[in-house]
């Protein structure tokens, strides 16, 4: 269980800037967990969002299969969503997003 907040802001839209009825603004806060997913395999990224997945060379015809495995180390269920680019010669198994259980402790 952890705390969070945050600040909502809204603006009258060519309001006067110097009245105090221009805008809103009010703290929102809350408890609650968030899922803790983590990213396993691969391990090596291509840039700070973007996972390496490395194929072998192939002959035409032939097949590889690369996993991708994700843990949840957080005390709830999280689901992740795979968005997939358009691309012939890649593809998914079977579907592009799983509930993945909470660790059990």
Request: proline share 6%; charged share 25%; no cysteine.
């Amino acid at each position: 269980m952890a705390s969070y907040s945050g600040l909502f802001q809204a603006y009258v839209e060519n309001g006067d800037a110097n009245s105090k009825k221009n805008g809103l603004k009010f703290e929102l806060k809350g408890s609650g967990v968030l899922p803790t997913l983590k990213l396993a395999k691969p391990t090596e990224w291509e840039n700070e969002n973007t996972p390496l997945l490395k194929f072998p060379k192939l002959r035409k015809g032939k097949r590889a299969i690369e996993n991708i495995v994700i843990q949840n180390d957080g005390v709830i269920p999280g689901t992740v969503k795979f968005d997939l680019l358009a691309n012939p010669n890649f593809k998914f198994l079977s579907q592009t997003s799983y509930t993945i259980s909470a660790k059990l402790f």
